[in-house]
Structures are given as structure tokens and as C-alpha cells.
């Protein structure tokens, strides 16, 4: 009988460093939180760019905080995702004609 404790998945979401599937978690990643930003409402406190609050409740600080996250997932998903995808495509081509 085998004596080895079972292993779940230890780290289902991580790949080898700078290999496809690493990639392709990245992209995956950004655009999961971003969806979740968004469907939380954080793009109305993107308006502290132009000095109002996105709400009346909470202050400047607290709505360019969550406008600056909004922004950043936003140029995550819509210039990096994309750019990770592409090289995760690259890399698993490369793959596959280099064996």
C-alpha cells in the first residue's frame, strides 16, 4: 500500500513560469476580476478624474481608489489579457513544432 499522503490539485492555478498555461491563468485572472469590478459598480467612481465623487456617501479618497482599481483591471483586461493570450497561443505553438 502506497504510504504517501494524497495530494489534491496543490496549485491547480499555477503553470510553470513563463509556460502556456501560466499565461493563460494571467489573462484568465485579470479578466475574472474585472468582470467583478465592473458588475460591482466601481466604473461610476472613474468621475474622481474629473473631481467628483462617484457617490455622495463616501469621499474623494475612497472613490479614486476605486476608480484607480477600475481603471487598472480595465487596462489589465483590455491591453494585457489579450497580449497573455497571444502568448500563451505563441508559446504552446512553439511547443508543439519545436518536439
Known sequence: MNNEPVRLHARPWRGEFFSARYFLVRAL????????????????????????TGSPGIGLRLSAFYGMLYIALYIGCVVAAPILALAAVLLALWG????
Not at 46 to 52: P, R
Not at 96 to 99: H, P, S
Open 29 to 52: 485572472a485579470l479578466t475574472v476580476f474585472f468582470l467583478l469590478a465592473h458588475l460591482a459598480g466601481l466604473r461610476e467612481y472613474t468621475t474622481f478624474l474629473t473631481g467628483t
Open 96 to 99: 508543439k513544432f519545436r518536439k
